[in-house]
């Protein structure tokens, strides 16, 4: 059963609209987990850590879907157990009722999920694969042009510790871009150029104080 969708757009990943929820008591309360992380895939999708190609997303009892076309993502959450083929054809079908949309509208949104028009038309074709054996929805299932459809296929807890690894990596990059700005500032070059041979002539200075000093008791000890 189709529970949750969500259309994005690839470039920032803003979410632009979303179909009505569909989910039972017992997940209610999940209800706004699925869908942030539904919004965290986008975003993962935006940032290129995840294929622009048909993708499934396990987790727990479901699966994210999503298709990509015309830089905008078509993604719905769904039972793990409901056919690929139907959700390749509602995917489908969201997408090219999108295409009818002048572009241009698309990218003047700023807002998330304020596409509210296109809320309406999710809701319209998502009941027609509620019920997976409806004459139609077996007629999909049967179709030889869909035999071939396929999805890569993720797990969402490896796209999370992904995710971890590379922020780290980010704020180490970032840690040493630092230090060597700090080190490579103008203000440090004038400061060495400034101390530095103060500093040696200092230390010379000693050496030669220093010498001096043990020769003089070499003298006192030796009565020269």
């Known amino acids: 059963m189709v529970k949750l969708t969500i259309i994005g757009r690839v470039s920032d990943g803003l979410p632009l609209a979303q179909g009505p929820r569909y989910v039972n008591e017992e997940e209610n309360d999940s209800f706004s987990t699925y869908k942030q992380q539904g919004e965290f895939i986008l975003e993962e999708i935006s940032r290129a850590a995840l294929p ?3 993708t499934n997303i396990r987790i727990d009892h ?3 879907y999503y298709i990509v076309g015309h830089g905008v993502c078509f993604m719905t959450l769904c039972d793990s157990s ?3 083929k139907l ?3 509602y995917l489908q079908e ?3 009722e999108f295409e009818k949309f002048d572009t241009s509208l698309v990218e003047r949104i700023t ?3 304020s596409f509210i028009r296109f809320g309406s038309i999710i809701g319209n074709i998502r009941r027609q694969y509620v019920d997976t054996r409806t004459q139609t929805n077996l007629s999909k299932l049967n179709a030889k042009s869909l035999q071939n459809v396929d999805f890569v296929t993720e797990d969402f807890s490896q796209i999370v510790k992904r995710r971890k690894r590379s922020y780290l990596l ?3 990059t970032e840690s040493s871009e630092q230090v060597s700005q700090i080190w490579g500032s103008k203000k440090l070059e004038v400061i060495a150029l400034k101390w530095t041979p103060i500093t040696i002539l200092s230390f010379v200075g000693a050496i030669l104080l220093w010498t001096s000093l043990i020769a003089r008791d070499d003298q006192g000890v030796y009565g020269y």
């Open 94 to 96: 969201l997408a090219k």
């Open 52 to 54: 622009l190609s048909n």
């Open 170 to 172: 980010e704020r180490a």
């Open 87 to 89: 959700v390749h054809c």
């Open 111 to 113: 807002k998330p999920y």
């Open 62 to 64: 479901h699966c994210f």
């Open 82 to 84: 409901y056919p690929r």
